[in-house]
């Protein structure tokens, strides 16, 4: 039965529109956890575009519009390969080089503020030229480079992989991009993490958490140090059958 309702997800997941069929199939599958990673391993050599469509406020190399705010993804995902390596890292705390360089805040702020601030009083909307953009050819090959890279790793790692052992090695992993999205997921996640219990983040997690705190040298990272040690973790990631 899980099968049938997880391929469903993912035919959701590769469909155009963002806010009715993509982010919600992804936000599902998530709760699937290990079971999906075969899947987006296999997807990640996936060369079909599939523009995406009622993306709204949505930021990401794709975007044309900008509406001075929005929900932000630095991935190109248009590309179903690269939506996968969205979930895949997402998922997995890793960062195989999915997350793309076009966008990013200072980027977005610096061509709003040099070339769009007119264009924004008048129509409230910004037209965006992302001028850093790769050109198709390389893309394609930096595309199959990650994804053999995430499939090594899964052939390294499938047997022993689990959710909470994954939070501990990105917690210790010293990069920032690892960093950010353990702590986004411990945080603000809602997707479920099997044998998380209180009591577990408390004698396993949060002492790195302590210890990360001293040694931390990404202030973005930092504040959401701070913020987690202030409020702790998200009770929609507790297994509840623990």
């Given at each position: 039965?899980?099968?049938?309702?997880?391929?469903?997800?993912?035919?959701?997941?590769?469909?155009?529109?963002?806010y009715e069929k993509v982010y919600p199939a992804k936000q599902e599958l998530e709760n699937y956890q290990k079971s999906i990673?075969?899947?987006?391993?296999?997807?990640?050599?996936?060369?079909?575009?599939?523009?995406?469509?009622?993306?709204?406020?949505?930021?990401?190399?794709?975007t044309t519009v900008y509406y001075g705010r929005g929900?932000?993804?630095?991935?190109?995902?248009?590309?179903?390969s690269v939506r996968s390596g969205w979930l895949l890292e997402d998922l997995t705390f890793q960062d195989f080089g999915y997350?793309?360089?076009e966008v990013n805040n200072e980027t977005l702020m610096k061509l709003v503020k040099e070339n769009y601030y007119k264009s924004y009083l008048k129509?409230?909307?910004?037209?965006?030229?992302?001028?850093?953009?790769?050109?198709?050819?390389?893309?394609a090959e930096i595309r199959k480079v990650l994804s053999k890279k995430a499939e090594k790793w899964w052939k390294?790692?499938?047997?022993?992989w689990n959710k909470i052992a994954a939070i501990k090695e990105a917690l210790q992993s010293n990069n920032e991009n690892r960093l950010r999205n353990v702590f986004q997921y411990l945080r603000n996640g809602d997707s479920k993490c099997d044998n998380l219990t209180w009591e577990l983040y408390n004698n396993e997690i949060k002492p790195i958490i302590v210890a990360?705190?001293?040694?931390?040298?990404?202030?973005?990272?930092?504040?959401?140090?701070?913020?987690?040690?202030?409020?702790?973790?998200?009770?929609k990631l507790l297994d509840k059958s623990k």
């Open positions: 039965m899980h099968e049938v309702k997880i391929d469903s997800l993912f035919v959701n997941f590769k469909k155009e529109s963002f990673i075969p899947e987006l391993i296999n997807l990640l050599k996936n060369e079909d575009f599939i523009k995406l469509t009622n993306t709204f406020d949505l930021i990401y190399p794709g929900y932000y993804i630095p991935y190109d995902i248009d590309w179903i997350q793309s360089l129509k409230g909307t910004y037209e965006l030229d992302w001028k850093r953009k790769t050109s198709v050819q390389k893309k390294k790692n499938q047997k022993r990360l705190k001293k040694t931390n040298e990404y202030p973005e990272v930092q504040e959401q140090i701070e913020l987690i040690l202030k409020e702790s973790v998200s009770s």
